[in-house]
């Protein structure tokens, strides 16, 4: 149940009500917006909140269960804040939300609806539908380890230990002519072999994409020229010139941990769990009982 304030609490009984919706967002860069479907600007809890910045909400919806409710936003790119770049790049992504019923005659009157986070973002040329996803889809996160054959630690973390600042896992590159909308032939990089940076973190260190960071798929060495192709397309384009750095990949396997990280006391997936291949074994007269095991 939902504690108002004796201001707006006297106001909804009035009968006569001068109430709008605010959002206030914390992305995951830190960087605090507030947004408004009032016609004019709205301050408090040191927010400025943007008026008619196209925000549309839908219905609350809440149960009483550990469901994840949600609420939708609806809107068109209107506000300098939200451009489909910054969408598309992910820096909306899980982004805080918190949702207030406020009246634009005193802000000091108000009620928090909602707090969750940016869950799936829709978008078009000119439109977006932002989902809002209540607290409870935290629990929906799995905790602790998953029994696998893989690795499930990430390459260079704590419970990994590889060093990947040393010169042996990183290297640095230029751009030196375009493959398509995400693949690049590169300078700088010929001291390394042939999928070294397969599955690798690239950050761009020069040009429209500074600062960002993508994942590798592929590491070729064509006729002497090194290849790299990225897992997605860069959100701005690429140009002949930029400079990055990249880091080795890891596939999640015993022996590449072994033989390209010496890390094998640090592998934390299980080698030799039995495989579905195990599961659907059958007694065969044809290879004769020798006594060995399977």
């Not at 690798?200 to 960002?212: A, C, F, H, K, V």
């Not at 090194?226 to 384009?237: G, Y």
């Amino acid at each position: 149940m939902k504690k108002l304030v004796e201001g707006l609490a006297a106001h909804l009984a009035s009968g006569t009500t001068t109430l709008c919706w605010c959002w206030r967002l914390i992305r995951k860069d830190s960087v605090v917006f507030g947004f408004t479907d009032h016609d004019l600007p709205l301050q408090f809890d040191d927010t400025n909140f943007e008026p008619e910045a196209g925000l549309i909400p839908s219905e609350l919806r809440a149960s009483s269960d550990l469901a994840v409710d949600a609420q939708e936003a609806e809107g068109v790119l209107s506000s300098d804040h939200i451009s489909e770049t910054d969408i598309f790049a992910g820096l909306w992504d899980n982004a805080s939300v918190e949702v207030w019923r406020v009246n634009w005659q005193n802000a000091e009157e108000r009620v928090l609806m909602r707090r969750g986070s940016i869950g799936q973002i829709r978008r078009g040329k000119t439109a977006f539908v932002a989902e809002v996803r209540s607290m409870a889809h935290v629990l929906e996160q799995s905790v602790g380890r998953t029994f696998q054959n893989a690795c499930d630690a990430a390459l260079g973390d704590s419970r990994c230990k590889v060093n990947l600042e040393t010169s042996q896992f990183q290297g640095t590159g230029t751009v030196t002519s375009l493959i398509g909308d995400r693949g690049f032939a590169a300078s700088g990089l010929d001291a390394f072999a042939a999928n070294w940076f397969a599955l690798g973190l690239l950050t761009w260190q020069s040009g429209e994409n500074q600062d960002r960071q993508v994942e590798v798929s592929r590491h070729e060495i064509i006729s002497g020229v090194t290849i790299i192709t990225l897992l997605e397309a860069p959100v701005r384009r690429l140009a002949i010139g930029d400079t990055f750095l990249i880091r080795a990949g890891c596939d999640k396997r015993w022996q590449t941990c072994l033989e390209k990280f010496n890390n094998g006391n640090n592998y934390r997936g299980f080698p030799h769990i039995l495989g579905n291949d195990t599961l659907i074994r059958y007694a065969a007269t044809s290879r004769g009982p020798k006594g060995e095991p399977l």
